[in-house]
């Protein structure tokens, strides 16, 4: 089992920046690739960035690419989501979630592929 707790949602202004954190806890953290999704109310989840479990590929959704930066620290158990000029439509309940892969440099835009999951920290961007 893996446990994942989401950390550094808020109200921020458009044009804003929120950092948020993923902790884990558990099995051997590098050993898992790790996503960041969000859902808004009354839509489906969608991803939004996913990293490789040695950090060395990063994927992003055409709708936060050049704005959003996921990263990891293997070392402190930490994957983060760097969210610069935030946009009202970022709004969200944000989730992240890990991945067993079945090579160090995959990783999956899928939401099925997905084993573990947080409890998801809400971003609220007012315009």
């Known amino acids: 089992q893996v446990q994942l707790v989401e950390s550094g949602g808020g109200l921020v202004q458009a044009g804003g920046s929120l950092r948020l954190s993923c902790a884990a806890s558990g099995r051997t953290f590098s050993n898992y690739a790790m996503g960041w999704f969000r859902q808004a109310p009354g839509r489906e989840r969608e991803f939004v960035a996913a990293?490789?479990?040695?950090?060395?590929?990063?994927g992003y959704a055409d709708s936060v690419k050049g704005r959003f930066t996921i990263s990891r620290d293997n070392g402190k158990n930490t994957v983060y989501l760097q969210m610069n000029s935030l946009k009202p439509e970022d709004t969200a309940v944000y989730y992240c979630?890990?991945?067993?892969?079945?090579?160090?440099?995959?990783?999956?835009?899928?939401?099925?592929?997905?084993?573990?999951w947080g409890q998801g920290t809400q971003v609220t961007v007012s315009s």
């Open positions: 990293i490789t479990r040695r950090g060395g590929r990063m």
């Open positions: 979630a890990a991945d067993d892969p079945p090579t160090d440099t995959y990783y999956s835009p899928t939401a099925r592929r997905y084993d573990y």
